[in-house]
């Protein structure tokens, strides 16, 4: 406990901009106009690419006994993965509306 009590006291200026990019955050989004939500949803997803290089990264530079951060590593490349498809599939959808059929 006294640990954890240490350590939010030496890190109080990081939980400070955390708490307040979190309230920037939500107050941006939430005045998005429906019209836009999508594309910039998908354009959101695909640029979790980023996720994806730097898990690999990670798992690259990792010891190979440290099943931990190998784990990790793992589940973020599977996760960033579906993101980045997802975020294709949206565009992909969206497009499709605005083809003459």
Do not use: W
């Not at 997803?45 to 951060?69: F, K, Q, R, T, W």
């Amino acid at each position: 406990m006294d640990q954890i009590i240490t350590f939010i006291g030496e890190n109080m200026q990081m939980i400070y901009i955390l708490v307040l990019s979190v309230f920037v955050g939500i107050e941006v989004i939430g005045h998005v106009p429906s019209v836009l939500h999508t594309p910039l949803m998908s354009g959101a997803n695909a640029i979790h690419g980023v996720v994806i290089v730097g898990a690999i990264i990670v798992m690259l530079n990792c010891e190979p006994d440290n099943y931990l951060s190998l784990s990790l590593g793992f589940v973020a490349v599977v996760l960033g993965t579906l993101n980045v498809v997802g975020g294709f599939v949206v565009t992909d959808r969206m497009l499709e509306m605005f083809k003459k059929k």
